[in-house]
């Protein structure tokens, strides 16, 4: 890169360049002298010299025969602009910053495809204190190294499978809860909340894989609740089952039968107990 195209990069004018140039080359010149040796128009030479001065790369010398300029050393000068643009770059940065705090985050970022599991595989790279994840085998398969990672970091990992297993598939990671709550149809679930504040909800099917991100907090904390709530209904399943006839009163057994859609609570506590296990 030539000098006057150096400076031209930097936001010199044309005449700009080639006066500072002529500056550096010919010491102290006065507008005559500047204006000959660039080829500036005498009328304009002045008010591109005094241009140089205001931006630091040029001072004035006064003498009795009149107005003279000498150039800035290019090494000073150019510290100078590499100073005040740092200088730019954090009062850009800052204001920027501020913008973003102001803006409102998106409700929910809606995902399709491979966006589901790229997003999942950044919520993860991103935990720093907690994953509540709840997961079937063929995603527990692509999410193990995030995971394993991610538990490397000292992030809390509350794994629930969903799928049930008898066996470690090698694929969840944390403190693991396996219970048989696959989601009805040939779709597979993936619940996945990081550090309490940021949740993604994907439905994976065979033809068709849908998903949403969302920081709001009323979705996170049902997020959060489904799992929690879906490993604690599972344990008392396999701890009460067959002892809740005795403990429920008839109105609480009848509101509870309510709730399910085969209109039997017990049942589904039966159910929730056939696989159940837990593993560090």
């Known amino acids: 890169m030539d000098a006057l195209r150096g400076l031209r990069e930097l936001a010199f004018t044309e005449y700009e360049a080639r006066a500072y140039v002529a500056l550096i080359e010919g010491g102290e010149l006065n507008g005559y002298a500047l204006a000959k040796a660039t080829g500036i128009p005498r009328a304009n030479i002045y008010a591109v010299a005094d241009k140089l001065v205001q931006r630091g790369a040029a001072r004035r010398a006064e003498h009795s025969a009149g107005v003279a300029f000498v150039a800035i050393a290019p090494k000073r000068f150019l510290r100078s602009i590499e100073v005040s643009q740092r200088q730019l770059m954090r009062a850009a940065q800052h204001a920027l910053a501020r913008l973003s705090r102001r803006r409102p985050r998106a409700a929910v970022l809606n995902l399709r495809d491979d966006e589901v599991l790229a997003s999942a595989r950044q919520l993860i790279d991103d935990s720093k204190k ?13 999410l193990a190294d995030h995971l394993r990672q991610a538990r490397e970091r000292d992030v809390v990992i509350t ?16 403190k693991i809860y396996r219970h048989r709550l696959v989601p009805p149809g040939d779709a597979r679930w993936l619940l996945l909340v990081c550090d309490g504040h940021a949740a993604l909800l994907g439905h994976i099917a065979p033809e068709n894989v849908t998903g949403v991100l969302t920081e709001q907090v009323l979705v996170v904390e049902l997020a959060s609740a489904y799992i929690r709530q879906s490993v604690t209904l599972a344990m008392l399943g396999s701890e009460l089952a067959g002892q809740f006839t005795g403990l429920l009163s008839a109105e ?17 506590m039966r159910e929730l107990s056939d696989a159940t296990s837990t593993s560090a």
């Open 130 to 142: 907690s994953l509540l994840i709840a997961l079937q085998p063929d995603e527990a398969a692509v």
């Open 159 to 174: 794994t629930l499978c969903l799928e049930g297993c008898s066996n470690e598939c090698g694929g969840c990671s944390g």
């Open 252 to 268: 609480t057994r009848r509101l509870l039968d309510g709730l399910y859609p085969d209109g039997d609570f017990l049942a589904r």
